[in-house]
C-alpha cells in the first residue's frame, strides 16, 4: 500500500469535490478561451497541451493536499486549493516524495498556483505576498538533467542491457500470445505497443496517451514499402513544435494487431480508434498509463523507468551511435532551442 501511494497519488476529478473540479475545468475554458472583459481571468491565451498539463497539476495539487488531511469539504474551488494554509500542506507532501527538497515540479506547481491567486481566484494581498515569498525561496532554474533522471540513465552502459531493453514488447507479445484473449492480455499487449512506440518515438506522455490510430498514423511514400509516420500537430504539443516519427514496419505490425485482436477489450463498449482508450471512451488516464509502464519495465527487465525517460534514453542512444549530432537529437525530441539539448547531453556525452 505504501509503494503504490509513492508511487502514484493523484485522484481523477471524479474522486475529487464536484465544486472543485467545476472551478478548474472553468479556469480550464477560460485559459483556452479567455474573456478580455471578465474579471476573473487568465491573463493569456494557452495552447492545448499547456491547458491539459496546468488540469493535471491541479489534480496532482489537490491530491496531495487531501492526503496531507486538508478535508475535501473545505476544498470547494481553486481558491480554496491556492489558499497559503492549504497550499502548504500539499507542497510538504509533494516535497516530502522527494526527500524533503524542493524539485522542478513544486517549483511550477507554486507558479500556477500564484497566477490563480492573482488572475482567477482573486484572494488577499497578504495570501498572494506569501505564495509570491514561497515561489520565490522555491524556484529551480531549468539548467539540464536532474541527478535522479543521470542516475537512471546509467543503467544502459551496458550493450545487453540496451538489447534487453529493445527486445522488452516482442518479449512482453509472446507472453500474451500463450494466454487466453481477454482484458488481461489485452493489458499486456496495450503496454507493450506504449513501451514500443517510446522506444522510436520519444513522446511526451499526455501525447502518447492521446494517439489515434486513424488521425495521427499516415502512409509514407515509399516505393520499395509500406510505411507509415507517425504525424502529431503543433496544437497538441508541449512547447508547440511539430513532431514526426517513422514508425518501423515490426512496430507498426504489434500496433495492428493490437487494434485488431485486444483494443477492442479495453473500450469498455464504445468503438474507439484511440491506441490507449480508458473506460469511459475517452483516453487511457495519465496515471493509470504511467503505472503501467512502469511496473513492467520493472518487473519484466528490473529496469527503474518512468514514460518520460524514454525521451532520455532515445537521445543517448542516438548520440552513442551519433556523437555530436545534437541537431538531429534536437529535431527528435521536438526541443525549439538546441541549447536545452546541449545542457540535456552533453555532459552525459563526456562520460
Not at 507554486?110 to 491567486?117: H, K, P
Not at 501525447?207 to 504525424?231: G, K, Y
Amino acid at each position: 500500500a505504501t509503494r503504490t501511494v509513492k508511487n502514484s497519488y493523484t485522484f481523477s476529478w471524479e474522486q475529487l469535490p464536484q465544486a472543485l473540479s467545476a472551478d478548474a475545468q472553468a479556469f480550464k475554458k477560460a485559459s483556452l478561451h479567455p474573456d478580455p472583459f471578465a474579471d476573473n481571468t487568465p491573463p493569456q491565451l494557452v495552447r492545448p497541451a499547456t491547458a491539459i498539463q496546468r488540469d493535471r497539476m491541479l489534480r496532482r495539487l489537490a491530491s496531495a493536499e487531501i492526503l496531507s488531511k486538508v478535508d475535501p469539504s473545505n476544498l470547494k474551488s481553486l481558491a480554496d486549493l491556492v489558499s497559503p494554509e492549504n497550499l502548504k500542506r500539499g507542497l510538504h507532501f509533494l516535497m516530502d516524495r522527494n526527500d524533503g527538497e524542493p524539485n522542478q515540479h513544486v517549483s511550477d506547481m507554486l507558479l500556477l498556483a500564484l497566477g490563480i491567486a492573482r488572475h482567477w481566484a482573486s484572494l488577499p494581498e497578504d495570501s498572494i505576498r506569501q505564495i509570491e515569498v514561497w515561489t520565490r525561496k522555491l524556484k529551480i532554474s531549468r539548467q539540464g538533467m536532474t541527478e535522479k533522471n543521470r542516475e537512471r540513465l546509467r543503467q544502459f552502459t551496458s550493450d545487453d542491457v540496451i538489447r534487453t531493453f529493445l527486445n522488452l514488447p516482442d518479449k512482453i507479445m509472446e507472453d500474451a500470445r500463450r494466454r487466453p484473449v481477454d482484458t488481461r492480455s489485452a493489458l499486456k499487449v496495450q503496454t507493450a505497443v506504449a513501451i514500443a512506440l517510446l522506444s522510436v518515438a520519444p513522446l511526451r506522455l499526455n501525447n502518447l496517451r492521446c494517439l489515434d490510430r486513424q488521425r495521427h498514423f499516415r502512409h509514407a511514400f515509399s516505393v520499395d514499402d509500406r510505411q507509415f509516420q507517425l504525424v502529431i500537430p503543433a496544437a497538441e504539443v508541449k512547447n508547440n513544435q511539430d513532431l514526426e516519427f517513422p514508425i518501423p514496419a515490426r512496430v507498426m505490425e504489434l500496433i495492428e494487431t493490437y487494434m485488431r485482436v485486444y483494443q477492442p477489450l479495453l473500450t469498455n463498449g464504445h468503438p474507439s480508434s484511440l491506441l490507449f482508450p480508458g473506460r469511459s471512451g475517452g483516453p487511457k488516464h495519465d496515471t493509470a498509463l504511467r503505472r503501467n509502464i512502469t511496473d513492467t519495465v520493472y518487473k519484466e527487465i528490473g529496469l527503474r523507468m518512468n514514460p518520460h525517460l524514454f525521451r532520455h534514453v532515445c537521445a543517448l542512444l542516438f548520440l552513442k551511435v551519433n556523437p555530436g549530432q545534437y541537431e538531429s537529437v534536437r529535431q527528435l525530441l521536438g526541443h525549439k532551442n538546441i541549447q536545452t539539448t546541449i545542457e540535456f547531453y552533453a555532459s552525459f556525452e563526456q562520460n
